[in-house]
């Protein structure tokens, strides 16, 4: 009886090994950069074991639920879809309506929990596009982008009205790479973003004067030293001091001395880039290159329309993070509230970037199921 | 592939333009991944001189500094809250390396309290690691050489020099002007953190409290310089804060310290007011306690003892005490009936001993077996007569009667600048159904006409309602704040006025009836004899409360010592013409309002009256504006 038991758990617990439902070398990069990250974060945070802990063990809730994720077939995933997003986007209008936040209203109060429902749309919003082309003829037309750009709109304003730029960047950027991916007509891509180019001034008229302000700094920091450029200055002061070889791990003065903010958060890349240098920046963006890379090749693994476009969409998504995270410190791009994937300290961040890659395990596990 | 499927969907196409797409999309990505790293390769190789330059001067700290708390004064300028000089350990958590291994150490050489370092680790949380955090307040001299000694074994721990709050009359101003406490984390929730950032002590209670915003000022800061350990080297700019405002109270000391003492320790409260402009003058609870040991952390052991104490020194009686008002009540229900036309002065009453409302069998007593005979509205406060107020309060009803209190505001804040005000009771029909969900009966109105029943009266809202009659009628909100002083050399301004309400007596010759009556009775009434030797006419009223209910056991059990039956008080002003004090005397045990609450009035009134009021206050003018405040900055 007992050896039937054992036998039976040796058989499951093999199988699990020679059929992993990971990708290995994806969860190997991840866990890396999970490590640069809370070694990064040890020293920004100056050396307070207290956030490195708390920040591991979201860690490890995103790896759970990633694993979890990883289990569900992309087919149920599929069918769930429109649910999931009309859920999110509820979620959004009752934070709009009643949420409370520090100045934005962006976090809703569960009692036990207060989390942002934005940040479910960051995956919601790339399985809904991908399941409405997957219905429909490609590449798109006119038409199908009229309705895509209505799924992709909605949310986006309303994540932008809280006011809450970066993430409301993030969201439409998935949506749109769906688009992209799905082999929308380069010509269509040029009108598009010839309109866009024209939409901008009318859209300058909405944004909010800090948004604003921090556009207008970008284009001159040292008008504003104790502002809105104060940042972007003390962030290239910090970068830029780093030299080629960097200053050493827990030797950047810029962040221990406080001139840096956000240190821990937003600007932790400055942190990364003061103590490591430029090799430690390279390879730090080499091993997102990797990520991304291996992401898209498991979505062009994937045999069919709605897993490859949602794992192609999450995989494009997570270089807007590293692009407009890295132009903001190095003053390349305004100072928008992207964190850097997996480095930067936040739990929210953290675990819905892990549940992002739990969807593209799973759509890596299930390829030949989807195949037969 | 027939024509007619073409805009169908069609798997392998669908996967071969994802992979094209897929391939741009990656190459777009490195190429702009590309575009990132060649700006990281500007500014970390091609501008790394320059940026490291500037990274070395980049050494400048923003420090905060704290304001140096308002003074309170008396109205004659007597120091009831001072700022001295004192020292207290801080700690900067970025140079400890194992912070319970040192918190330990260290409280092996100066004394350090649980709830210190409960404190200490609640204010880290709330700074940097680089910024240094108070453990130890106040140290002794002691203390600070034997730390000093073994400093070279603590680096990161320094003894700074600070200014403490000091109350130096003590016990006195506890309740009146309170306290200063540690900042603690209910603070931090609700305050300011930028205003606060330098500041470790915040107002508790009292008009420490009241007036904190006045009292605290604003931070100042300065830019230092530090070498690459954050020592600092040197100031390159400062701000200096700005002091807070220097509070002078209406309250004056000497008549604070003569109340209190007649007191002789016996619990109870006074209030004296000038009912010409609702200044409080004295405010006194016994039992009282050293307000000293809060403002840096009492031990929880003395504070159990406070709070556990059975005459509860820690409550302020002056607001929060419930008495129930007694007879002090029925100068005004007589006032009642004349203003609503229910009575004359001359209208008089047969008292027989016992008051029965017409239809019932249950008697009201009088105070005097056998009744007092017939007697008008002066004879019936002056020996207080209950029967001539049972049959008012009757004729009145619940609804007038509670109307007309009201305008003496009985039932509500006086609106005094002080926190944590209690309302009383003022018995009305709306009360008791909010209170009880129950119907109002005409029993309950017979005995509200003599104060008592569900009546129930801070000893301040009693005081503010006798200083509204001894100015014929005309309310003023009770206020302690007389002048604020602003900078170091400013001139104490008259602090803002709020509006007075409109009289609320219709007719003059009413208030005199009333006033009559009152007169009589420190003549010929209930406490005769008490206006002998003083220069004045006093008017005033005694009142005598059961303590128990004389069914509980309570009143069985202490029914051998009368002394201890009562709540006794005593209402007074003077002179009866023209007031210019008002009090109210409460105490908690007594034998009768008469033979323990008047005799206590009666020191209070020639502690004020008899000494030149009028130059008093000319002087108390002069001695504000020569105040040089040069106290401990």
């Known amino acids: 009886m007992i050896d039937e038991l054992i036998l039976e758990w040796r058989h499951r617990l093999g199988s699990m090994w020679r059929k992993p439902r990971v990708d290995l070398p994806l969860l190997g990069a991840l866990l890396l950069l999970m490590g640069v990250g809370l070694m990064t974060l040890y020293s920004a945070s100056d050396l307070d074991r207290g956030q490195v802990i708390s920040q591991a063990l979201r860690f490890v809730l995103g790896l759970v639920l990633m694993a979890a994720i990883a289990r569900i077939p992309p087919l149920t995933l599929r069918n769930w879809t429109p649910w999931l997003y009309a859920g999110s986007v509820v979620l959004l209008v009752v934070v709009v309506v009643l949420g409370e936040g520090r100045g934005a209203n962006r976090w809703l109060d569960l009692r036990i929990v207060r989390f942002q429902p934005s940040e479910l749309l960051k995956l919601t919003m790339p399985m809904m596009v991908a399941w409405y082309l997957n219905g429909r003829p490609l590449p798109p037309g006119w038409t199908t982008l009229g309705v895509v750009g209505g799924l992709i709109a909605i949310p986006a304003a309303l994540v932008a009205k809280q006011p809450d730029l970066g993430t409301a960047l993030l969201i439409a950027a998935s949506g749109a790479f769906g688009v992209f991916l799905s082999g929308l007509a380069w010509w269509r891509i040029g009108v598009l973003l010839g309109a866009f180019a024209g939409v901008v001034p009318v859209a300058w008229h909405f944004l909010h004067d800090y948004q604003r302000n921090r556009v207008l700094t970008l284009l001159d920091p040292e008008a504003d030293p104790l502002g809105n450029g104060w940042h972007i200055i003390q962030s290239k002061i910090a970068v830029g001091s780093g030299g080629l070889w960097g200053k050493g791990w827990h030797h950047g003065t810029q962040s221990r001395l406080e001139f840096l903010p956000e240190h821990t958060t937003d600007f932790i890349f400055s942190v990364f880039a003061e103590e490591w240098g430029l090799v430690g920046v390279l390879l730090l963006l080499a091993l997102y290159v990797f990520i991304i890379a291996r992401c898209l090749w498991i979505a062009a693994e994937a045999k069919d329309t709605y897993a490859r476009l949602l794992a192609g969409a999450i995989s494009m998504a997570l270089f807007v993070y590293v692009m407009v995270n890295g132009g903001m410190i190095t003053g390349m791009l305004p100072v928008v509230g992207v964190p850097l994937p997996l480095v930067s300290y936040g739990g929210t961040s953290a675990v819905s970037l892990l549940a992002g890659f739990g969807v593209l395990m799973s759509i890596h596990a299930h390829r030949k199921m989807v195949a037969s | ?633």
């Open chain 2, 1 to 633: 592939m027939p024509r007619a499927f073409k805009p169908l969907k069609e798997a392998r196409h669908e996967a071969a333009l994802f992979r094209r797409r897929a391939l741009a999309g990656f190459l777009i990505i490195v190429a702009c991944l590309i575009v990132l790293g060649v700006r990281f390769s500007v500014l970390q190789v091609r501008q790394h001189d320059e940026f490291s330059a500037r990274s070395e001067a980049n050494r400048v700290l923003t420090r905060p500094l704290a304001p140096a708390r308002g003074l309170i004064y008396d109205r004659n300028g007597v120091l009831l809250a001072e700022n001295v000089a004192a020292f207290r350990l801080e700690v900067t958590p970025e140079h400890v390396r194992d912070m319970p291994g040192l918190l330990a150490r260290l409280g092996g050489i100066v004394p350090i309290s649980d709830d210190d370092i409960a404190r200490f680790n609640a204010l880290r949380k709330s700074k940097r690691s680089y910024q240094s955090v108070p453990l130890r307040m106040k140290l002794s001299e002691e203390e600070i050489a034997k730390f000093s000694i073994n400093r070279w074994a603590f680096p990161g721990v320094e003894v700074v020099p600070y200014l403490t709050r000091s109350y130096p009359l003590g016990a006195e101003f506890a309740h009146t002007v309170g306290y200063v406490g540690r900042i603690d984390e209910d603070d931090l929730a609700k305050l300011d953190r930028g205003d606060y950032a330098g500041t470790t002590h915040i107002g508790k209670t009292g008009v420490e409290r009241y007036y904190e915003d006045r009292l605290h000022g604003e931070p100042g800061y300065e830019q230092v310089e530090v070498n690459a350990d954050h020592r600092p080297l040197r100031v390159l700019d400062r701000v200096a804060p700005k002091p807070g405002q220097n509070l002078y109270l209406t309250i004056d000391s000497h008549l604070q310290e003569v109340t209190e003492a007649t007191f002789e320790g016996r619990a109870g409260a006074a209030v004296v007011i000038d009912p010409r402009n609702g200044e409080v003058l004295a405010m006194v609870s016994v039992p009282s306690f050293d307000p000293n040991p809060f403002v840096n952390g009492i031990a929880g052991v003395d504070y159990a003892a406070l709070l556990n104490a059975p005459d509860k020194p820690l409550l302020n009686r002056v607001i929060r005490g419930g008495y129930a008002p007694g007879s002090t009540m029925k100068p005004f229900v007589g006032l009642g009936g004349l203003e609503l036309g229910l009575r004359r002065p001359s209208d008089t009453v047969l008292s027989t001993g016992e008051f029965f409302i017409p239809g019932q069998s249950r008697a009201y007593r009088d105070d005097v077996r056998g009744g007092q005979g017939r007697v008008d509205l002066v004879q019936a406060i002056a020996k207080s007569v209950n029967t001539y107020f049972y049959s008012l309060a009757l004729d009145m009803g619940i609804d007038r009667f509670s109307d007309f209190m009201d305008r003496f505001g009985f039932g509500r804040p006086t609106g005094i600048d002080l926190v944590g005000e209690g309302k009383g009771v003022l018995p009305s029909r709306d009360w008791k159904r909010g209170r009880f969900n129950q119907a109002w009966y005409p029993g309950e109105t017979v005995i509200a006409g003599i104060g008592q029943g569900y009546w129930v009266v801070t000893p301040l809202q009693l005081a503010n309602a006798v200083a509204t009659l001894a100015d014929r009628g005309q309310p003023h909100t009770p206020h302690l704040l007389r002048a604020v002083q602003s900078g170091l050399d400013g001139r104490p301004e008259p602090a803002p006025r709020v509006a007075a309400p409109a009289n609320v007596i219709k007719r003059p010759d009413n208030w005199l009836a009333v006033q009559q009556g009152m007169i009589e009775v420190v003549k010929s009434g209930t406490a005769r004899g008490l206006n002998d030797g003083f220069p004045y006419a006093i008017a005033g009223k005694t009142g005598t409360a059961e303590r128990y209910s004389r069914t509980t056991e309570e009143w069985t059990s202490i029914s051998a010592s009368p002394i201890e039956r009562h709540q006794v008080l005593f209402e007074a002003f003077a002179p009866a013409d023209d007031a210019r004090i008002a009090v109210i005397v409460a105490l908690e045990a007594g034998r009768s309002g008469a033979h323990d609450a008047a005799p206590i009035a009666r020191k209070i009134l020639d502690a004020w009256l008899p000494g030149d009021q009028e130059q008093q206050g000319r002087d108390t003018r002069t001695k504000i504006a020569a105040a040089s405040p040069e106290p401990a900055r």
